[in-house]
């Protein structure tokens, strides 16, 4: 049979195998080797791992009885003397009669290498990521009530990390601060400065307990721009201060474009609205405007990042602020609320959603 195979191939197609740099090797259907290129035979004259190789391993399409395996080409890859191979087995057919394989030894090892690198890498970058969620997500406040104030809340960042932040901060006994941020991105650059923004806005209410929403928003904008980052970069941030000794709340707005709710326990709606810019880096700073209202007792305010509002549905149709509003003026209720939101979208999320609702309890 070998000789059969051997004289039906000419002396082109031998040439041909020769000048190839990748080993290869002819098998006939029993197994054995009837042809070595010359690539090949130098190797297996530097190589007794790669003799006992050669002698204790056929093609995949060899070891199988089953005649359509037999017939198709069969691509694996193997280690072989500390080097990694793709192994790509053909068959051979001469006027219709299957006659041996041809088997084509081709080094990957440098490719390989690259990829197990790679995967390395992201596997350190992954655990990286993770333990950078797990503190972010520590960072956020519980849910629970702080004096007057209760707070329930509703955390989704799109990947392992999130460019959206709150907090809740007691400036003294008859007062608290709260804010909701949205860092430009994601990832682990938008999860680092909503750290810097949690620790900045911590630090100067400590620092100046007397300050107001206007004065804590320009504070926060001049240790940014400290920062001397190189490339563009910008948060939006609402801030307000309640006032449970006189039953105020005063806030002001650095281009957050998501106004907080507000619905008091006879129904009447409004927007929390206050204008001013973006903190940035490139954008000259804002006197930021302040707006002060009652509190009435049950009051209950919904505090929201663009991800509610701009999460599509299979038409590709924005939830959008309109029936965020009618499901806040409706339920009053925050998982209700994201109930209707997560029914509405379709697909993937694409950016992070985060939902505050503070319940006003006055005494």
Known sequence: MDKALIENLNST?????????????????????IFKNDSLEKSIEKSTNLQIYLKENIPLNLARENESIRNTT???????????YSIKASPIFYQDKYEGTVEVFRDITSETSMKIELFEA?????DDVRFVRKIQSSILPKDKKYANLNLKSIYLPTTNVSGDLYDIIKIDDDKYAFYIA???????????????????????????????????LLKLRKKFTDLDIYTSQYFTAWLGIFDLKNHYLTFSNAGHNCPPMMVDKFG??????????????????????EISIPLTKDAKILFFTDGAVETENVEKKEFGLERLKNSFCKHKDLDKIYGEIKEFSYGEQKDDITLAIISYDKE
């Open 182 to 216: 949205d860092v430009m991105g994601h990832g682990v650059k938008a999860s680092i400065l909503t750290m810097f923004v949690k620790v900045s806005v911590s630090s100067i209410f400590e620092k100046n307990p007397n300050y107001s929403p206007s004065e804590a």
């Open 13 to 33: 197609n031998f040439a041909v195998l020769n000048s190839m740099e990748d080993w290869v090797r002819i098998i006939d259907p029993f197994g054995n080797t």
């Open 268 to 289: 009447k709606f409004q927007y929390l609205h206050a204008n001013g810019r973006m903190i940035s880096n490139i954008i000259e700073p804002d006197k930021y405007n």
């Open 74 to 84: 069969v691509i694996e890859e193997k280690l072989i003397d500390n080097r990694y």
């Open 122 to 126: 992201n596997r350190s970058m992954l």
